[in-house]
């Protein structure tokens, strides 16, 4: 009896070697669940699929439905986002962005605005010039965090509810990670919470609230889109129990 076939349009998260010359790819559905499926022969040069299944490109794809994993059967380029593999420092903030999404989604776990973000995303990036590439990818994983149901709270106090307002003096504000944003100083002798830069947490709500075409506007100093970089390691860490290594590499590579 024939499998079961369907249509999808999806993104290229991840590629893993299988046997020989197939590939295992991970993909965001456009429903913003995660899929995984088999490119048989996709790593051969003669291969349809060589060229049509890169990192980052959305495509779309007819499988089959298989026991374990469903089956790619036709592969055509939607958007090949080519200079995200081309551009070393375009690669560097793009592999963050799809990390991260390897681990906050789920097959048969719908997020339709997770999806259409980084379709947005990845088209920014695409666009962008090298020194604004770690802002784009910072606003990213801050959204894709915050559609994940893992928004950190920075405008009241994570405990109360309260307003909270920066050190005049220091110039930092209280911030807990475990829970799950800013602190007040009420609040803050109960909880544990460290002392972060008043502009970082400002960088994240004004990152978090704008439009990829509004940050294009916004000419974020590569140092404050390190620092949000830093506190989405943290976040991710602390949430979503991952150690983003490509975020490692972004920090230690010397490119920006």
């Given at each position: ?6 249509t ?21 559905v ?51 986002h ?14 963050p ?16 605005r ?15 010039k090298?020194p ?8 990213h ?5 915050a559609?994940s ?16 307002r920066?050190?005049a ?6 911030l ?24 970082t947490v ?11 075409a ?8 590569p140092?404050a ?32």
């Open positions: 009896m024939a499998s079961a076939t369907y999808a349009r999806a993104i290229v998260l991840r590629k893993t070697k299988l046997g020989e010359s197939d590939l295992i790819v991970t993909l965001l456009q429903d913003g669940s995660q899929a995984r499926a088999v490119a048989k022969g996709a790593r051969k040069p003669s291969s349809p699929f060589a060229a049509r299944l890169e990192l980052y490109s959305s495509v779309d794809l007819l499988c089959s439905e298989g026991r374990n994993l469903d089956i790619v059967k036709e592969a055509r380029i939607a958007s090949s080519e200079r995200l593999r081309r551009d070393l420092e375009h690669a560097a903030c793009a592999a962005m799809a990390e991260l999404l390897d681990r906050v989604t789920q097959k048969g776990l719908a997020n339709p997770l999806f259409a973000l980084t379709e947005a995303a990845l088209g920014a990036l695409d666009a962008a090298a604004q590439a770690p802002a784009v990818c910072a606003a994983l801050l959204k894709a965090l559609l149901g893992l928004r950190p709270s920075l405008s009241s106090c994570a405990v109360c509810g309260a307003e909270v920066g050190g003096e220091a110039g930092t504000v209280p807990s990670f475990c829970e799950g944003g800013i602190v007040c100083p009420a609040c803050r002798p109960s909880v544990e919470a460290r002392d972060v830069p008043a502009a400002a960088w994240c709500r004004a990152l978090m609230g704008s439009t990829f509004e940050i294009a506007e916004l000419d974020v100093p140092s889109s390190f620092a949000v970089l830093r506190f989405c390691q943290q976040w991710a860490h602390e949430h979503v129990g991952a150690n983003l290594k490509s975020l490692n590499f972004l920090f230690t590579c010397g490119l920006f």
